[in-house]
Nanobody, 118 residues
Framework: QVQLVESGGGLVQAGGSLRLSCAAS????????MAWFRQAPGKERERVAI???????AYPDSVKGRFTISRDNAKNTVYLQMNSLVPEDTAVYSC????????????WGKGTLVTVSS
């Protein structure tokens, strides 16, 4: 059974940093693209970072230069380092795993709440 468990969320002041972790089990981690998504109240879910099986990464303009995704295949863990946080970054952050040829994400974590105060 595949499990993705996020941790590291919390309350932080604007300008601060947080590092999220996502521990995966039940899948061959290195063969999956790993991504972080976020969803704020009343807004659509947004992908904020992806690291593919070659460790190539991509970010939307909204977080580029502030967020960094990294993966440790030996630990079956993907991280999201978030710097220079702003209140608009407040959301539930979830990690997801996607088989490269699937075209989407196959497995999802339950998410962790990040709240950025002004």
């Amino acid at each position: 059974q595949v499990q993705l468990v996020e941790s590291g969320g919390g309350l932080v002041q604007a300008g601060g940093s947080l590092r999220l972790s996502c521990a995966a089990s039940g899948l061959h981690f290195s063969r999956y693209n790993m991504a972080w998504f976020r969803q704020a109240p009343g807004k659509e879910r947004e992908r904020v970072a992806i690291a593919d099986t070659n460790n190539d990464t991509a970010y939307p303009d909204s977080v580029k230069g502030r967020f960094t995704i990294s993966r440790d295949n030996a630990k079956n863990t993907v991280y999201l380092q978030m710097n220079s946080l702003v209140p608009e970054d407040t959301a539930v952050y979830s990690c997801a795993a996607g088989w490269p040829t699937y075209g989407g994400m196959n497995y999802w974590g339950k998410g962790t709440l990040v709240t950025v105060s002004s």
